[in-house]
């Protein structure tokens, strides 16, 4: 697949604000500082797409990509910052689990984890609740060029076993400085959106 038209197509906090729900959807999660801004803009081609930050934390709205006219990305609220207060981390919870419950036309959620670290807590508890909304299965291994290629796939062995990863789960290694693994997440989520049968 290529990502031949990209655009910001609606910031939103609440249901109300959603694009209308006639189209698949793809979303994106993790930490923030993972590096979802970066792959973002590896995957659509274009420079700043989705804004690469140095202060992580500061994003508490989904953002609806329209991607080639034909289906969504959708950029999650990322978590884990330790300055956020509680009243924050909590309206974040329920903005995922209000957006995961009702969307008809959401196909999966790529998980993102950094590739040097197993798994935190929030990243167990996310994915777990991915797997509760049946939204699990891709999980892509960001910053892989800060790793040697041996400990790479130590590294995914870690991260395949932290998240209870079946079989099936894919694990793509990316890497946004390097320009690696975007036609491999591509080719998965075309998979998604045109299933071979
Ligand atoms: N070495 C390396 N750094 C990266 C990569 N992707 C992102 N970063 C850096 O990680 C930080 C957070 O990136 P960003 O895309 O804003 O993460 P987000 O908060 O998850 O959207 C920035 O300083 C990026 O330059 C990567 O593939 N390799
Ligand atoms: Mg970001």
């Not at 604000?17 to 994106?28: L, W």
């Not at 989705?50 to 950029?75: C, E, L, M, Q």
């Not at 935190?120 to 291994?141: K, P, T």
Request: aromatic share 8%; charged share 25%.
């Amino acid at each position: 697949m290529i990502i031949k038209k990209s655009e910001l197509e609606t910031i939103a906090v609440k249901p109300q604000q959603y694009p209308p729900d006639d189209r698949p959807e793809i979303a994106f999660a993790g930490r923030s500082n993972v590096g979802k801004s970066s792959l973002l803009n590896l995957i659509t081609g274009r420079k700043a797409l989705a804004r690469v930050s140095g202060a992580p934390g500061k994003t508490r709205t989904i953002n609806f990509y329209n991607i080639n006219d034909t289906f969504r990305i959708v950029d999650l609220p990322g978590y884990g910052y330790a300055k956020v207060s509680k009243s924050v981390s909590e309206n974040w919870g329920e903005m995922m689990e209000t957006y995961f419950k009702q969307r008809k036309g959401l196909l999966k959620v790529v998980q993102l984890v950094d590739i040097r670290h197993a798994p935190s807590a929030q990243d167990i508890q996310m994915y777990e609740y991915l797997r509760h909304y049946n939204l699990d299965g891709i999980v892509a291994a960001t910053k892989a060029d800060k790793v040697s290629r041996n400990e790479m796939f130590k590294y995914m062995g870690v991260i395949r076993k932290t998240l209870n990863l079946s079989q099936e789960d894919k694990i793509i290694p990316v890497s946004s400085l390097k320009k690696t693994g975007g036609d491999e997440l591509l080719a998965v989520m075309e998979e998604l959106l045109n299933p071979k049968g």
